[in-house]
């Protein structure tokens, strides 16, 4: 069975702090894809990354930054120079292989991030 | 591309009634989709994969009589919350992959279903 833990519940932190987000997973399958998402106060699921599981190189757009880490199982979330626009849950997610990705979530952690 | 539009947003709906939520992608051909619902400050949690022409396979625990899916194009799937009660409000989100293969990225704004 696959498992994402994101033991970070709630982090606040002020405006142009850098701030990282845990991601541990678990899963048997050699080949699965791991995935963030930005959700805002209106719901929406906002796209952040995916990762597969053979592409081990850390990975930077803009103000974001991901480190993946096989050997801990650990795919990390990096969020340098936060801006209140940053505010928001995240959630870390692993899926199975295949076309079909059912993914499964971690509880997400909600980042607050104030003047 | 790759967009998911779910129509309502929000509903509100008196207990016993049944209330429909549609998934469509708009400018790609779904094979599948997949039903999410969110308590408040939880986590999503899968409900059912939609197969279009088929039958939708539910998650361990959720009642499929309850909630009716229904693929019946490659741009639309449909849920439907039957005989609606309180503990039936949440936030239902569907995610659609593309036929070609994808991985499933895509979601829906959601909707917010509150039952009185």
């Known amino acids: 069975a696959q498992k994402v833990t994101q033991a970070q519940t709630e982090i606040s932190v002020v405006e142009k702090e850098d701030v990282t987000l845990d991601c541990v997973y678990e899963?048997?399958?050699?080949?699965?894809?791991l995935f963030w998402y930005k959700q805002p106060p209106s719901g929406e699921l906002v796209f952040l990354i995916r990762?597969?599981?053979?592409?081990?190189q850390n990975e930077i757009s803009g103000r974001y930054s991901w480190n993946f880490q096989k050997s801990t199982s650990s795919f990390n979330f990096t969020i340098t120079a936060s801006q209140v626009v940053d505010s928001a849950v995240y959630f870390c997610?692993?899926?199975?292989?295949?076309?079909?990705?059912?993914?499964?979530f971690g509880t997400g952690t909600r980042l607050q991030v104030t003047l | 591309g790759a967009v998911v539009s779910q129509h309502p947003s929000r509903v509100i709906c008196k207990s016993g009634t049944s209330v429909k939520i549609e998934c469509r992608s708009l400018?790609?051909?779904?094979?599948?989709m997949f039903w999410y619902r969110q308590f408040p400050k939880q986590s999503l949690m899968l409900m059912a994969t939609?197969?279009?022409?088929?039958?939708?396979?539910?998650e361990q625990g959720v009642e499929k009589d309850k909630f009716l899916i229904n693929h019946a194009s490659l741009t639309l799937s449909t849920l439907t919350v039957t005989s609606a009660h309180p503990e039936d409000s949440s936030f239902y989100i569907c995610?659609?992959?593309?036929?070609?293969?994808?991985?499933?990225?895509?979601f829906g704004s959601g909707t917010r279903l509150t039952v009185v």
């Open positions: 400018d790609f051909q779904a094979t599948t």
């Open positions: 997610a692993l899926s199975e292989p295949g076309t079909a990705s059912k993914l499964t």
């Open positions: 990762r597969n599981s053979f592409d081990e």
């Open positions: 899963t048997r399958d050699t080949t699965y894809y």
């Open positions: 939609s197969n279009e022409g088929s039958k939708a396979t539910y």
């Open positions: 995610s659609a992959s593309p036929r070609t293969g994808g991985y499933g990225y895509t």
